[in-house]
């Protein structure tokens, strides 16, 4: 067996709160009860929402909480490089193309095929740009996205664009997606030069060794998409855990838009106090020890006993 690897990924937009703690400490606890080793990678990829202060600020908070990583974080802003040798790997393979269009393009092309298709908020595309069989591709001479192939892809594995990808998570059971149809040939790279979520946390995870990956629910509906990416690029899938959210008063997921508030420990007591609240999140039963350490070192042999391992 790979010897365990996990890492906690956050984008620094702002400081830690009571739901992004949660993914931490499970991240942290996962890591420890199977003795593997615990990464923190800075997904800020989408320089317009992240910033330098708030990557500080997060470090500081997960050692004020006990959580300090085995190595130094690595910074997804210093890797573009890496990332752009993962998308020419696509182009070569005829997995990725070009894309011109603008949001209303996009929006008039579904109109006119009958009918506007929204997940969370975007667009399915509806492969304008997309190559035809055979036809060379030109690269446009404006600012243009890289779009995966999703139908290509799913063809390149042996499978139908109409059927699912399907992938097991330890907490939430077997899970299915039928991607071309459901998320359709998303972005790879944005037109103004930003690599997309998507394609970094991939190239990443294998590039670290992840064997294991462990987060917030919300990032469930991801996981078809970077399952697809990973066997297109030829890379290992490591295994799944979803965690449960925290919710807001308002019922939706706790974010800065509907008031979380950051997790402050300026002292040992806090500190606790705030990871009592997350393990419970995690169905752990309270710490009855007094240090952050044994507090720790309580719930990973309690993570050990739920997850049965030995
Ligand atoms: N950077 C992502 C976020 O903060 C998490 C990525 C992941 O864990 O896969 O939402
Ligand atoms: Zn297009």
């Not at 990829?45 to 500080?56: E, F, G, L, Y």
């Not at 006119?112 to 492969?127: D, F, I, K, N, S």
Request: with cysteine; hydrophobic share 40%.
């Amino acid at each position: 067996m790979k010897p365990y690897i996990g890492r906690f990924a956050p984008s620094p937009t702002g400081p830690l709160h009571a739901g992004s703690l949660v993914a931490a400490l499970a991240s942290w606890l996962d890591a420890r009860a199977h003795g593997g080793t615990w990464l923190v990678r800075i997904e800020d990829v989408d320089a317009t929402r992240c910033s330098v202060q708030a990557q500080h600020t997060i470090m500081q908070q997960l050692h004020a909480h006990g959580l300090v990583p085995d190595a130094e974080p690595w910074v997804q802003s210093q890797r573009s490089s890496i990332y752009q040798q993962a998308l020419d790997a696509l182009v070569a393979q005829g997995l990725a193309y070009p894309c011109t269009c603008s949001r209303k393009q996009i929006a008039e092309a579904l109109e006119a095929q009958g009918g506007t298709r929204l997940r969370h908020g975007e667009l399915v595309y509806p492969g304008t740009c997309r190559p035809r069989g055979g036809s060379a591709m030109g690269r446009p001479a404006q600012a243009h996205a890289w779009r995966l192939d999703m139908a290509a892809c799913l063809m390149q594995q042996g499978l139908l664009a109409t059927e699912a990808t399907h992938w097991h998570d330890r907490r939430l059971g077997a899970q299915q997606q039928v991607v071309a149809q459901e998320v359709g040939d998303f972005v790879l790279r944005r037109s103004d030069g930003l690599w997309a979520y998507q394609l970094a946390v991939v190239v990443d995870d294998a590039a670290q060794g992840i064997t294991h990956i462990v987060r917030g629910e919300d990032l469930a509906d991801n996981t078809a998409r970077q399952i697809v990416l990973q066997q297109a690029l030829g890379l290992p899938q490591p295994q799944y855990l979803h965690t449960p959210l925290v919710l807001a008063a308002d019922g939706e997921k706790l974010s800065k838009q509907n008031g979380a508030q950051p997790v402050l420990a300026d002292d040992t007591a806090q500190a606790l106090r705030n990871l009592q609240a997350a393990a419970g999140a995690l169905d752990l039963p309270p710490a009855t020890t007094a240090t952050l350490p044994e507090a720790l070192q309580q719930w990973t042999a309690d993570w050990r006993q739920r997850w049965r391992m030995t």
